[in-house]
């Protein structure tokens, strides 16, 4: 059994979250970071999305280029690592030093089972809003 929490993002700004399971959650496996997915797979009928990235079951993000379920790779400021500002000491005939690079841990760009949280970008807007997309009750 897949679960998976989606993060949509809209055009304005705004972002929607929605937890789905199987058999929902199985037509996202095997995607890749960039490929469009149709919203009828998701519950949300005439909406077209857009994958942009996510993050594992341990909060390590996905990038973009590795085939790997887990890489360790040596990045600059970019998708992982967001970079931190060098302290220098005050002495004037130090330079500043350029190009800070960190050996982070990443995750590929497919998902798998051990991805947590997808990231999905609206392409094509439905006929329901988002806001008010249908919510399904459990009658006891």
């Known amino acids: 059994m897949v679960e998976f929490k989606v993060v949509i993002g809209t055009k304005s700004g705004k972002t929607y979250q929605k937890e789905i399971?199987?058999?929902?959650a199985d037509n996202l496996l095997k995607k890749r970071i960039g490929e469009t997915i149709s919203g009828d797979l998701l519950g949300f009928s005439g909406y077209e999305f857009e994958m942009t990235g996510g993050s594992d079951k341990a909060g390590f993000p996905m990038r973009k280029g590795i085939q790997q379920p887990r890489k360790?790779?040596?990045i600059g400021k970019s998708v992982g690592f967001i970079g931190k500002k060098r302290r220098l000491r005050k002495k004037p005939k130090?330079?500043?030093?350029?190009?800070?690079?960190r050996r982070r841990t990443v995750c590929g760009e497919m998902i798998t089972k051990i991805i947590h949280?997808?990231?999905?970008?609206?392409l094509k807007e439905g006929a329901q809003p988002l806001a008010?997309?249908?919510v399904q009750e459990n009658k006891a």
């Open 132 to 134: 008010e997309a249908p």
């Open 117 to 122: 949280q997808v990231n999905l970008k609206v």
């Open 94 to 101: 130090r330079k500043k030093q350029q190009g800070l690079l």
């Open 21 to 24: 399971k199987s058999p929902e």
């Open 72 to 74: 360790k790779v040596l």
